[in-house]
């Protein structure tokens, strides 16, 4: 892979992937998941399942909602030795992710990702892609992913809809935890693939962590929601965006975002003509 990728890969890392068709049955099963979180104890099941699913479930999936969303962050990497990098991450709902990073004010890299496709450049070393979004389903070892998932991650929302029948959810030291109980499996054209996933949420049903393991390799990857603040709006964004992969590929991603606007800005991406397209295998 090009050097030139790690600097845009902290813009596209979290936002990219390529839609993706999951099967009607998924559900899940936690027992083996080996992904443990460094940063806080893991859930102490109390052995207590929830009664009422009803209000469970309105409280993990309906959230307030917003048009436009500005996140001021810096983004620091295990494997990157420029960091942390200062980085704009603006999403307009549904149409597109416009983000734009930074070393010590000197420009590093911009994206614009829409469910259609992937669009960024690397400035320092003058090159551009303009893709799809098979590749970084591959770093990040998963296939799952689309454009709206890749909403909901950013700002701390379930991106796995778990039918009730399949769901087990019970209430522990730390909150609630939902698992279900097969594996969630996704069809691409590669073939198909099965996870096993543990969601945890708060008392207040914020969700903390999501494990995912695939049952037929070491891939695993781990997301960390922290610092829960609620806005002026009431809509309730993560401050701290943990990623930690482990498997044939092992990093960890960390967003601080430090501050949130909720208004419309400008998303410029133009690529000079002196800029070469490089093209991911």
């Given at each position: 892979?090009?050097?030139?990728?790690p600097l845009i890969?902290?813009?596209l890392?979290i936002f990219?992937?390529?839609s993706?068709?999951?099967?009607?049955d998924?559900?899940?099963?936690s027992?083996?998941?080996?992904v443990?979180?460094?940063?806080?104890r893991?859930?102490?099941?109390?052995?207590?399942n929830v009664?009422?699913?009803?209000?469970?479930y309105?409280k993990?999936?309906?959230?307030e909602?917003?048009?436009?969303?500005?996140?001021t962050?810096?983004?620091?990497?295990?494997?990157i030795?420029?960091?942390?990098?200062?980085?704009t991450i603006?999403i307009?709902?549904?149409?597109?992710i416009?983000?734009?990073?930074?070393?010590?004010?000197?420009?590093?890299a911009r994206?614009?990702i829409t469910?259609d496709g992937?669009?960024?450049m690397?400035?320092?070393?003058k090159n551009y892609?303009d893709?799809?979004?098979e590749y970084l389903?591959?770093?990040?070892n998963?296939?799952?992913?689309?454009?709206?998932?890749?909403?909901?991650?950013?700002?701390?929302?379930?991106?796995?809809t778990?039918?009730g029948?399949?769901?087990?959810?019970?209430?522990n030291?730390q909150g609630?935890q939902?698992e279900?109980i097969?594996?969630?499996?996704f069809?691409?054209a590669?073939?198909?693939r099965?996870y096993?996933?543990?969601?945890q949420?708060?008392?207040?049903?914020n969700?903390?962590?999501?494990?995912l393991?695939?049952v037929k390799?070491?891939?695993?990857?781990?997301?960390?929601?922290s610092n829960?603040?609620t806005?002026?709006n009431n809509v309730k964004l993560p401050k701290n965006?943990k990623i930690?992969?482990?498997?044939?590929?092992n990093?960890?991603?960390?967003?601080?975002?430090t501050?949130?606007v909720?208004?419309r800005m400008d998303?410029?991406?133009?690529?000079?003509?002196?800029?070469?397209k490089i093209?991911?295998k």
């Amino acid at each position: 892979m090009k050097k030139w990728i790690p600097l845009i890969i902290l813009t596209l890392f979290i936002f990219s992937c390529k839609s993706r068709k999951a099967a009607n049955d998924t559900a899940l099963n936690s027992d083996s998941l080996t992904v443990k979180n460094p940063d806080s104890r893991d859930p102490v099941d109390a052995a207590e399942n929830v009664g009422d699913r009803l209000n469970f479930y309105e409280k993990i999936y309906l959230h307030e909602k917003f048009d436009y969303l500005k996140i001021t962050s810096k983004i620091t990497a295990d494997n990157i030795r420029v960091s942390p990098l200062d980085a704009t991450i603006y999403i307009e709902t549904d149409k597109k992710i416009w983000s734009n990073i930074s070393f010590l004010i000197i420009p590093a890299a911009r994206a614009i990702i829409t469910p259609d496709g992937i669009k960024a450049m690397d400035r320092y070393n003058k090159n551009y892609i303009d893709s799809d979004f098979e590749y970084l389903n591959n770093l990040l070892n998963v296939n799952f992913f689309d454009y709206k998932n890749l909403e909901k991650l950013l700002i701390g929302r379930t991106f796995f809809t778990i039918s009730g029948r399949n769901s087990k959810i019970t209430k522990n030291m730390q909150g609630y935890q939902m698992e279900s109980i097969q594996n969630l499996k996704f069809t691409t054209a590669g073939g198909e693939r099965e996870y096993k996933l543990n969601l945890q949420y708060s008392e207040d049903y914020n969700l903390t962590d999501v494990k995912l393991k695939d049952v037929k390799s070491d891939d695993a990857v781990e997301i960390v929601y922290s610092n829960w603040e609620t806005q002026p709006n009431n809509v309730k964004l993560p401050k701290n965006v943990k990623i930690i992969i482990k498997g044939s590929k092992n990093s960890q991603i960390l967003l601080e975002n430090t501050n949130f606007v909720f208004s419309r800005m400008d998303t410029p991406y133009s690529v000079p003509s002196s800029y070469k397209k490089i093209e991911i295998k």
